[in-house]
């Protein structure tokens, strides 16, 4: 029975996750263009970042294998276009120095 709570409450735990991604990212867009908050939009942004670790932590996946396959993301995406590649090269100096 108490393997049941268990199961129950991480299910409850990864809805809740989900929710609040959604509800961050929504305020992102909100924010984005509303000059009198920046604030509040680098705040909601932070938030996403540590909802989509605690997602990642919730489904098995360690920091460290999420930081790796971030890294592995930003060399693809970099490849792949011309524009901003400098910005990634940037993000992913910062993650590997982590």
């Known amino acids: 029975m108490e ?9 409850k735990s990864l809805e809740n996750l989900k929710v609040e991604l959604l509800s ?3 305020s ?3 924010n984005f263009n509303n000059d009198e ?9 932070c938030h996403v970042i540590i909802i989509g670790y605690l997602l990642g932590n919730k489904l098995g996946y360690d920091f460290k294998e999420i930081d790796d ?10 490849a792949e276009i011309e524009e901003d590649v400098q910005n990634y090269r940037e993000l992913a100096e910062h993650i590997k120095k982590r």
């Open 37 to 45: 908050l920046p604030q509040e939009l680098i705040d909601d942004i």
């Open 3 to 11: 393997n049941n709570f268990d199961i129950m409450r991480n299910i």
């Open 69 to 78: 396959e971030i890294l592995k993301r930003i060399r693809s995406i970099s």
């Open 24 to 26: 961050k990212t929504a």
């Open 28 to 30: 992102v867009f909100k």
